[in-house]
């Protein structure tokens, strides 16, 4: 007998009438159970995990086969975990003890890494293969699937896609033309392993891209990456996210230590002053020096425009304060850096010539 998304609800209830004591397990009960059965709960049969582990196989009790099909039986399987998922659902919480909550929650937490697992894979294979295409949605991509299809919103889909490629996806030797999944094969796919088992989280894998992204791409060679990706695949497990995050950006900055450096050797091309005169006869303009003469010109002028108090004012009387503005005392320093100057050259109120610099 195969088994089919038609006829999988009729084949778990046959199942859970040949087996009674998994359907209890599982919590759902089995229909023709009466309370004169035997109760198996000490007996040596399988527990939930363990038949949906058979159920999910090649083959199950009673001669039934999952076949490969179009989908390779991955639909089929994802129907009996659906099905087991609403046994749990309707499962009566009064029934559970309350010290048997934290080992469900345990399990939960690993089952989802493990589903993490199988989605991110999901979405490499999807995303080789072309399989947007089918969608009928006239989506360009697995990614614009995820959006629009799926209904993800746009920031994650893209996360999913960029983790499930770092995954699964070489970027060495694969052909636009190929339309066959080859999985395991990406940079960080030394980090698939600990997703599977439930180690670690698809937050791990997430911070993995953050760090190749931010890697000069100088340094992302076959060799480095791959070192990379089984160095973070070995801290992983005994790192939470938040500690995870902190030894990525030490490992980022490790590998590009001036990534903090602000440093611009064109700079220099870049300086200019302009200057103009209104109407008034105000001169005014705006300039942008390089570092090293800015430094220059800083060095020179704070000191000049410092504020000044106990200054004689016009009519005599001395001022505590410095009432000047800050432009105003900038304004004065540039000034005084001029009169400084031409006095200095020795051709005031005229511009220096050529012949003035041969006479010094």
Not at 83 to 95: E, F, K, N, W
Not at 178 to 198: F, K, Q, W
Request: glycine share 10%; with cysteine.
């Amino acid at each position: 007998m195969e088994i089919s998304l038609d006829n999988v609800a009729q084949v778990l209830a046959a199942v859970a009438a040949k087996y009674p004591g998994r359907a209890r397990s599982a919590g759902s009960p089995a229909s023709g159970e009466n309370s004169k059965q035997p109760d198996t709960a000490g007996s040596a049969e399988p527990d939930a995990a363990g038949s949906a582990h058979d159920i999910a196989g090649s083959a199950v009790p009673g001669g039934v086969v999952i076949p490969a099909g179009p989908a390779g039986g991955i639909e089929v399987r994802l129907g009996i975990i659906d099905a087991q998922l609403a046994g749990i659902l309707a499962t009566d919480p009064r029934a559970v003890s309350p010290a048997s909550w934290l080992p469900i929650l345990d399990t939960l937490e690993v089952l989802h890494r493990r589903l993490d697992a199988v989605y991110l894979r999901s979405v490499a294979a999807a995303d080789q293969t072309g399989a947007a295409a089918f969608s009928g949605l006239g989506t360009r991509n697995v990614q614009d699937y995820l959006n629009h299809g799926a209904g993800i919103e746009p920031g994650r889909a893209k996360a999913d896609v960029e983790a499930a490629r770092a995954l699964h996806t070489s970027s060495v030797g694969r052909s636009l033309l190929t339309r066959e999944a080859t999985l395991n094969a990406g940079p960080l796919a030394a980090m698939g392993p600990g997703l599977e088992s439930g180690e670690i989280t698809a937050a791990h894998i997430h911070t993995g891209v953050k760090v190749l992204e931010n890697l000069p791409t100088r340094l992302l060679t076959g060799t480095t990456t791959a070192a990379i990706g089984a160095f973070l695949a070995r801290q992983a497990p005994t790192h939470q996210r938040e500690q995870f995050r902190k030894l990525a950006a030490f490992l980022i900055t490790t590998c590009e230590t001036n990534i903090n450096d602000h440093y611009d050797p064109q700079a220099f091309l870049r300086r200019r002053l302009t200057m103009a005169v209104d109407i008034t006869g105000m001169v005014y303009g705006s300039y942008q020096l390089d570092p090293a003469a800015g430094a220059e010109f800083r060095a020179l002028l704070d000191p000049l425009s410092a504020p000044t108090p106990d200054q004689q004012a016009p009519d005599g009387a001395f001022n505590v304060t410095d009432e000047r503005t800050p432009d105003q005392r900038r304004a004065d320093a540039l000034t005084d850096i001029t009169r400084a100057a031409t006095a200095y050259l020795g051709f005031p109120g005229r511009p220096a010539t050529a012949a003035d610099w041969r006479q010094r």
